[in-house]
């Protein structure tokens, strides 16, 4: 049975951010980090990239992510490089031409 929650703001506190499976401000602080395999769960280091590129756009940030250390022999790579470059996105400053069809 569903209850209501008294101290709405504390309960969020407590549970956490949807994304704090990883330390996204950690990561997005502007330094250098290199992510290994024991930092990652369940996930490739192609699958990471990609999401942390999300989370970096719904955050307002610009990152790079490289991967390296690949191995031939199983396809896989071995770590991941992780580095905001700037806090805003930059906007599209020239507008789009509508075309006539």
Same mark, same amino acid.
């Given at each position: 049975?569903?209850?209501?929650?008294?101290?709405?703001?504390? #309960?969020?506190? /407590?549970?956490?951010?949807?994304?704090? !499976?990883?330390?996204?401000? =950690?990561?997005?602080? @502007?330094?250098?980090?290199?992510?290994?395999?024991?930092?990652?769960?369940?996930?490739?280091?192609?699958?990471?990239?990609?999401?942390?590129?999300?989370? #970096?756009?719904? /955050?307002?940030?610009?990152?790079?992510? !490289?991967?390296?250390?690949? =191995?031939?022999?199983? @396809?896989?790579?071995?770590?991941?490089?992780?580095?905001?470059?700037?806090?805003?996105?930059?906007?599209?400053?020239?507008?789009?031409?509508?075309?006539? #069809?």
């Amino acid at each position: 049975m569903a209850v209501p929650i008294d101290d709405a703001a504390g #309960a969020w506190r /407590r549970i956490g951010n949807v994304n704090s !499976r990883y330390p996204w401000d =950690d990561w997005f602080d @502007g330094q250098l980090w290199k992510i290994g395999p024991e930092d990652v769960t369940k996930a490739s280091f192609r699958d990471l990239s990609t999401y942390a590129l999300r989370v #970096a756009r719904d /955050r307002g940030v610009t990152i790079v992510t !490289r991967r390296a250390e690949y =191995d031939p022999a199983t @396809g896989t790579y071995g770590c991941l490089y992780i580095q905001k470059t700037s806090d805003t996105r930059r906007r599209r400053t020239t507008k789009r031409k509508a075309h006539n #069809a």
